[in-house]
């Protein structure tokens, strides 16, 4: 009888050891079941210089979607922004793709414009800063062409 308790106890605390990882998983890994909510948005870069799918969008330092796709057409770097239904963007905003740190992630930052038009949904951001490509400035310095 003693044995079938402990083993009751140990099967309830795995049970629950299990579903505690699965909603942690979910959570931390950002994954939605029910189709994902906001609007898409399209930006076109030269490049992309290191961006990844699932890269934060940020506004002021606050995230405000992420990266869904990047994929190339017409010889540039088509990345598709999902983001978040409250955020509603102006038709002179400019998207540029940043580092955190000297070598950290890259991320999209967009800095709002001015005009009274809005973005619509499947609607694109016209105005692009190019990322910096630091291996290319390094070599130009080391190699004297600056």
């Keep these: 009888m003693e044995r079938t308790r402990v083993n009751t106890a140990v099967g309830i605390f795995l049970l629950l050891g ?21 609007y898409v948005v399209i930006v076109d870069f030269p490049s992309v210089g290191g961006l990844k799918a699932g890269s934060n969008v940020e506004i002021a330092g606050v995230e405000i979607g992420r990266v869904e796709t990047i994929r190339l057409a017409d010889y540039q770097a088509r990345v598709t922004l999902r983001l978040n239904a409250d955020v509603k963007l102006q038709e002179d905003a400019i998207a540029s793709i940043k580092t955190k740190g000297l070598i950290g992630e890259k991320y999209l930052k967009i800095s709002p414009g001015g005009s009274d038009k809005l973005i619509p949904p499947n609607g694109r951001i016209r105005e692009v800063e190019a990322p910096v490509d630091f291996e290319e400035l390094l070599s130009k310095y080391i190699f004297g062409k600056v």
């Design 18 to 38: 299990i579903l505690a990882l699965g909603y942690l998983s979910i959570k931390l890994g950002r994954v939605s079941f029910l189709g994902a909510s906001g």
